[in-house]
């Protein structure tokens, strides 16, 4: 064996090191699995929703039915628009310089959510088991 | 600190602020869903652990978190923050092991998921606890930003190397 001193230690552990080793492709493609499988998990455990609430930084501004369609703004926040359409709710135009919540789309299933971060709006759909905030809300609301 | 650690602070600083600079220049692309980012500003931070020292990773990464920090405010500057010291915490444990010895590949692709939930853990603390939902998708978008950081990286070294006393001073000799 050959002979190691300390920097030669530190040496090896950035030496030879491949770019790419066969063995990756197998690696990547389990994780990949891993995540699709998980993806269909999600999907299938949230039914359809007819609810959703608008938080704005975490306290709930109002709730929402999803099954009429409207289009409105949320109190105090003339600068957003928000969409509801077929059971679908949606960020239809914002102010914000990266529009990340626009390009969100539409969100119908439980769970799913679309931030505002600039805004600090948010829109979260309920599932139908879910209640709106209410002992919870306490905290959230405090001082203001 | 010695006078050539805080410059060459700076100038891995300005490099991973114009390579984010760079990726904004980049049109958005419909299909990608938000959240998804190629992560350029990575490419410095991987060539500081891989070829420098772990502790001027930490820094790079540190003061790319304050600059997003100053532009885009308190927020953004923690999930920056957030995300980039567990990135460089994975990509430094990892590269430690020596059997498996992983590729530089492996390598880019744990920092770029572990960055992606380090932020996604931030939100899950501070904006909403149903993000959960969006773990398969920042896997597999940090798996393939991963991939192509890390030709990124390969493509650019030559060029990092012709810095004037990078070389030198790297962990394995050119």
Known sequence: MKHESKGAVLRSTFENRPLFKRKDVWVLTAATAAALVLFFLFSCFSGRADTAVIRSEGTQLMVVSLKEDAEFSP????????????????????????????RTGFISKPGQTAVCLPNRLSIEVLSP????????????GAGR | MKVQTITRGALFLAM?????YL????????????????????????????FL??????LTALLKSLFVFLMRGTI????????GMLSVSVMALLSRLRRPRLSYLLLSVAGAVSHNMGQLM?????????????????????????????????????ALRRVKGFAKQERRSP
Request: charged share 10%; hydrophobic share 50%; net charge negative.
């Open chain 1, 75 to 102: 109190p105090g926040h003339e600068e957003v628009v928000i969409q509801v359409s077929k059971g679908r709710i949606r960020f239809l135009s914002s102010n914000c310089p990266d529009q990340i919540c626009v």
């Open chain 1, 129 to 140: 088991s879910e209640g709106t905030d209410t002992v919870d809300d306490v905290t959230g």
């Open chain 2, 16 to 20: 991973a602020i114009a390579l984010s």
């Open chain 2, 23 to 50: 990726e904004m220049l980049l049109p958005p692309l419909p299909f990608l869903p938000p959240g998804v980012k190629l992560g350029l500003s990575n490419i410095v931070v991987m060539y500081c652990l891989f």
């Open chain 2, 53 to 58: 020292s772990t502790p001027m990773a930490f």
């Open chain 2, 76 to 83: 953004s500057g923690l999930f920056s923050l957030l995300g």
């Open chain 2, 122 to 158: 931030g939100v899950y603390l501070m904006l909403t606890k149903e993000i959960l939902f969006y773990v398969p998708v920042l896997i597999i978008s940090g798996i393939i930003m991963g991939c192509l950081t890390a030709l990124l990286l390969k493509v650019l070294l030559p």
